[in-house]
């Protein structure tokens, strides 16, 4: 298993729920973690100061991930403050809750984009410093949808079966650069997501409760530490989905 001493990570969407755990985690593994989000600057520099407890460096970095312009600022920025990005975590996206027949073509692009089309913008723009340096972590949070459906709707699932099929290229054609290109599908975490719909209940679940945001975020540091898993699709999904 690789060091993460002082490996520079990228999350992004970091300032709460799955995000927010990855970066405290990936902090406790000794990663220096910029810290992506859109607006929610105040919970985003909450992160940045508990990372800067654990000893570890972080900045916040603002930016819409849907836009490469943004991205490629971003991405400057963070090998301004705290050096070239070894760890991508792709976990900015979002979801859309409608009944099948209601779901329009901007619907459609809008979860698309904020979902697939980022994780490709960032992807692309952090790969030329880890093809450089001869390592590398791409890691996609992806959904159980991806593979049964999901109970938010055809574009959603659709959007994180994509990521599944962008990390089998990216796992295939990086495989001998030192670089590793994994997802992760949860189910039915317990995150600003799931709370308050009553559609979506840990009953659902083989295990009986929602999963926790740290034992995503857990999975996350496995990934980045071993450089033999590549290629694959990680279930944390309390035995939803079964592979």
Request: with cysteine.
């Amino acid at each position: 298993m690789d060091s993460l001493g002082n490996k520079v990570a990228l999350v992004t969407g970091a300032s709460r729920g799955i995000g927010r755990e990855t970066a405290l985690s990936l902090a406790r593994a000794g990663c220096d973690v910029a810290v992506n989000c859109v607006k929610s600057i105040d919970e985003a520099n909450q992160v940045v100061a508990e990372i800067a407890a654990l000893g570890r460096r972080a900045c916040v970095v603002q930016a819409d991930v849907t836009q490469g312009d943004q991205v490629t600022y971003m991405v400057a920025q963070v090998q301004e403050k705290l050096g070239a990005i070894n760890i991508l975590v792709n976990n900015a996206g979002m979801t859309r809750i409608q009944p099948l027949d209601q779901i329009s073509e901007a619907d459609w692009n809008q979860v698309m984009t904020a979902n697939l089309t980022s994780t490709f913008l960032v992807s692309q723009a952090v790969l030329p410093a880890m093809r450089h340096a001869k390592w590398g972590r791409l890691i996609m949070l992806s959904s159980v949808a991806a593979q049964l459906g999901g109970v938010i709707g055809p574009h959603y699932a659709a959007s994180k079966a994509g990521m599944i099929g962008l990390v089998h290229s990216y796992a295939h054609m990086l495989a001998k650069e030192g670089i590793t290109a994994n997802a992760i599908a949860p189910a039915l975490i317990e995150t600003d997501m799931i709370r308050g719909n009553p559609n979506i209940r840990p009953d659902l679940l083989p295990v009986g409760r929602f999963g926790q945001a740290d034992e995503v975020a857990e999975t996350v540091v496995l990934l980045a530490r071993n450089a033999y898993i590549t290629g694959q699709t990680l279930n944390v999904n309390g035995g939803w989905y079964m592979s």
